[in-house]
Each structure stands twice: as C-alpha cells, then as structure tokens.
C-alpha cells in the first residue's frame, strides 16, 4: 500500500506543482466563451471539494480545445 505522506500533496489534497491560482484560471478560460455561468459554478464547486479531479478534467478540456479548437456547449 502507498505511503501518503511520501507524495508531493499538500494539506488540501493539491499538488504542490499545481496552484488554486492555476486552476482558478484554467476554470475562467474555459468558460469564459460560455453563455451560461453554469459550468464555470460547477467546476469552482468541484475545486473545492477535488482539486486533483478539478485540475484533470480542466487539463482534458483545454486538451480537447486546442486539439479540435471547439468553442464550447
């Protein structure tokens, strides 16, 4: 079984490499073309309670934004 302490987490389960600052405006980017304020809510909500799960499905948006340049739902 892993070690939890051996990993580079800090107290609010958020890699240290990775700031509340970062995802905050990985959310405004991605949802800033968005009409509705909806997905920006949700994804605020779930960096509160996930960071880690927050900033994965951020990456894979932003992923999948660059890759296929869509603008949004």
């Known amino acids: 079984m892993a070690n939890l302490g051996d990993s580079n ?9 990775y700031s509340d600052l ?11 073309s968005l009409s ?4 920006n809510t949700a994804l605020k909500r779930l960096a509160k309670i996930n960071p880690i799960n927050t900033k994965l499905v951020c990456d894979y948006i932003l992923v999948e934004q660059t890759e ?4 949004g739902i």
């Open 22 to 32: 970062d995802l905050d405006r990985n959310i405004k980017l991605i949802t800033k």
């Open 9 to 17: 987490l800090i107290g609010n389960n958020t890699p240290d490499f």
């Open 68 to 71: 296929f340049n869509i603008k």
């Open 36 to 39: 509705r304020p909806y997905f």
